[in-house]
């Protein structure tokens, strides 16, 4: 292993800038470093590295403030100290346009205790920057190179930048998603002392499927048996499975993973009982990260909602009062958080009934729909009292605050982790649970249950 320094970001590089990053940024790049050393040299310290290992990964956490990063810190950051993963992978949009906040963010993330290797994401550029080749400046000043590769145990990791800094036609800072020849060159390189056998995580910020050169990459990694892709940047969760139309010429298609986010929905929403925003996901899941075990070429996901129990995988929607003539054409939607096309959904109304296999059907989540209503009523009636309260100034006796001001929620997006079934006709009446189980591709089995009143 590689040192760490005070905030656990491993030190495997030197930065070799003779001059240093040029002027006209808004965060400060790398200072001159001057002519190379006579050596340059990196330490490794003898560490043992089972076969089987954990390792913890967070989407976008973008802070855009210090309220944020609290946020971060008592609602993700606090549940995984000590936790028994042996690094950790963010991947990109580690903050929110304030490079400032790289810092005060290291800070809260060596709480947990363990190494912790970076992505370069779009809100980590430096956008006063003229070109891609600055853009990553103050990044490289803190987290060092954005393309490089390391090895734990039998894996092998390469963590790449695919975000594309330019200006338009009105030198507004702008970015596509493409890796670059300069990158593909070294993941060649590097790929050549890599065993075929052996299983290569590839991880960057913008999804597989947004990338304009992503047939150069598939075909880097295509005679692989043994491949994973990690993205974030969209704030929901979705499973791809890669296949020619991108590139890719493998046996098997090839796994891409857009994981869920440490910051939900751009930590916006309500404010909950501790002053934290429930900050779901357009997707209807909830905020949260991923538990990886990679044990020889094989992997697992596992993904852990913020400060829910560890069970708590999907959430079962169905009316709470159902006639009885009506039992028959209702539906029931379930949303599998860690969910994929390859999962197996079944449900039974009551213990002793028959499991029947729901139905994959993405669509926009329930719950999410009508948390988006809600929240819509919440600002108007926000900006309807401050208004008001303008108006009738002269006349108020006491001045009345508004209701509480929160970022108000984005939009719904099709769930890609939804199926549905309808509840069994003639259900007597009464009160009933309905039961969920699911098994995802890895084996994993989770459960879930709603309970409904038939009248």
Request: charge should be negative.
């Amino acid at each position: 292993m590689t040192p760490v320094d005070e905030n656990r970001l491993p030190k495997f590089y030197y930065i070799h800038k003779p001059n240093g990053s040029p002027d006209g940024l808004k965060y400060p790049g790398v200072a001159p470093t001057g002519p190379l050393p006579a050596s340059i040299d990196f330490p490794l310290t003898k560490q043992a590295e089972a076969d089987t290992f954990k390792v913890l990964v967070f989407g976008d956490t973008q802070p855009y403030s210090m309220q944020e990063i609290e946020w971060l810190a008592h609602d993700v950051v606090e549940e995984v100290i000590g936790t028994d993963a042996v690094f950790g992978i963010s991947l990109g949009d580690l903050v929110g346009d304030d490079l400032n906040l790289f810092h005060p963010l290291n800070e809260v993330m060596a709480t947990v205790g363990i190494p912790w290797y970076n992505v370069y994401g779009n809100h980590d550029m430096n956008r006063l920057a003229t070109d891609d080749r600055h853009a990553d400046e103050t990044f490289e000043r803190v987290y060092g190179p954005t393309c490089y590769a390391y090895d734990w145990g039998p894996v092998h990791f390469i963590n790449i930048d695919n975000v594309y800094f330019h200006r338009d036609e009105k030198n507004q800072p702008r970015y596509a998603s493409e890796v670059g020849e300069q990158q593909l060159t070294f993941i060649r390189n590097d790929l050549a002392f890599v065993p075929k056998d052996q299983l290569v995580v590839v991880s960057f910020h913008i999804p597989l499927t947004e990338m304009r050169d992503v047939k150069k990459l598939m075909n880097l990694l295509g005679d692989r048996p043994h491949t994973l892709s990690l993205s974030a940047h969209t704030h929901f969760q979705r499973d791809d499975f890669i296949g020619p139309d991108h590139g890719w010429h493998g046996d098997d298609p090839h796994h891409h993973h857009n994981h869920a986010t440490a910051s939900g929905s751009w930590w916006q929403g309500a404010l909950d009982e501790v002053g934290i925003p429930h900050t779901t996901m357009r997707d209807g899941a909830p905020n949260g990260y991923g538990i990886f075990t990679f044990s020889g070429n094989q992997y697992s996901i596992r993904f852990k909602a913020a400060r829910r129990p560890a069970d708590y995988q999907m959430n079962v929607w169905a009316p709470w009062e159902v006639a009885a003539t009506e039992t028959g054409k209702t539906d029931v939607v379930v949303n599998v958080f860690g969910g994929t096309k390859r999962s197996t959904v079944e449900f039974r109304l009551g213990e002793n009934a028959e499991w029947k296999p729901m139905t994959y059907a993405p669509q926009q989540d329930p719950y999410y729909k009508a948390l988006k209503k809600r929240d819509d009523a919440n600002h108007l009636a926000r900006k309807l009292h401050i208004a008001f309260r303008e108006a009738m100034k002269p006349q108020l006796k006491e001045d009345s605050e508004p209701p509480q001001k929160t970022k108000r929620l984005s939009g719904t997006t099709k769930s890609s982790h939804i199926w549905q079934a309808k509840l069994p006709a003639n259900v007597h009446k009464g009160t009933h649970v309905i039961y969920v189980r699911t098994t995802d591709m890895f084996g994993q089995t989770f459960t879930g249950r709603r309970i409904i009143r038939v009248h």
